[in-house]
């Protein structure tokens, strides 16, 4: 088993870099099969089934019912969060928890923990699209949408992918209930400015964000009306440079400076920047899957006895996208 110092990098800016080398015990797992299909599977048990349009106009998902226990981190104790007080402090707790976790997402390869940064809200600003999102300084990773009133996602959905889709947070399990008590602590914390970060999971096939862990802090800021402070994990995977690409800027680049006293100080900059990313490679994002040929059967056996809340057309069409 890798060591923590092993794997864990430093804390750059907004963002750790992990990287994980030993093979893990198979906690939350996504399986990928034909047509389309995703199974989200936590401890060998399936808790969400996913399965995109054809047309990739988005996915129709579902999530078990009831409340599974995801326990995908420990829970934070107050002591704890009234002593973080930092992004990196919280960066380096939920680096190390996700490491010693059994049930997290991680497997071997780069992962990334990254803040995401709220957008204005509607009182600073006057488009209401800004509200509610929250953005990653870095770039690498979509917004997440939605995320204040993810916990009313009803269980079965299709969410789009069209116009403002792309990014919308979606939670693992159903919500507490307010009077909980964890809910309470948490409440406390958002009036005393000490509530922990929700932490997020950047799902590639999803095209958005699961919530990983924070439903009741999620819950307590909800309800305190402030904006809880956000933590997103994603697969991150280096893909070298194209030679193609590096001679065509550099041919660019050339001709740019043949003539160098016209250029001004600005173009300077853009014509150096764009060549240091011709040769610099990309990182993208990933999520890992498990390969499974018999996703079609599971479908039929699991949710032969599915019942969707809502309108019977809307739950039927739904039904229809997981089960043809």
Known sequence: MATLADTWGRVEGSRVRLTVRAVRPRGLSLEAGQAWRLRLVLAGRAIAWGRAA???????????????????????????????????????????????????????????????SPRPTLAESAQRASVDEYLDQGETLCRARNLLTALEAPRALFSSWFSFGAGRVLPLRDPSSSDAARVKAFRKH??????????????????????????????????????PSVLALHGSM?????????????????????????????????????????????????????????????????????????????????????LL
């Open 190 to 227: 958002a009036r005393d400015g000490t509530l922990p970060p929700v932490l997020l999971w950047w799902v590639s096939p999803l095209d958005g964000y699961l919530v990983l862990d924070g439903h009741d802090r999620l819950l307590a800021a909800r309800l305190e009306g402030v904006r």
């Open 54 to 116: 054809p047309s990739g106009s988005g996915i129709a998902w579902v999530r078990a019912e009831g409340a599974p226990k995801l326990a995908i981190v420990p829970p934070i104790r107050a002591t704890e969060a009234r002593a973080l007080r930092t992004s990196e402090a919280w960066t380096a707790f939920f680096a190390k928890a996700l490491l010693a976790s059994t049930r997290s997402p991680l497997r071997p390869g780069k992962w990334e923990l990254a803040w995401l």
């Open 238 to 322: 280096e893909e070298p440079a194209d030679p193609t690409w590096g001679e065509t800027e550099t041919k660019r680049y050339e001709r740019a400076f043949a003539n160098e006293v016209a250029l001004s100080p600005r173009t300077r900059l853009e014509k150096n920047a764009a060549l240091v990313r011709a040769f610099g490679g990309g990182t993208y994002t990933w999520t890992p899957a498990v390969a499974r040929s018999d996703l079609a059967a599971r479908f039929t056996e699991e949710l032969k006895d599915l019942a969707l809340e809502g309108p019977a057309p809307a739950g039927q069409a739904i039904r229809a996208a997981l």
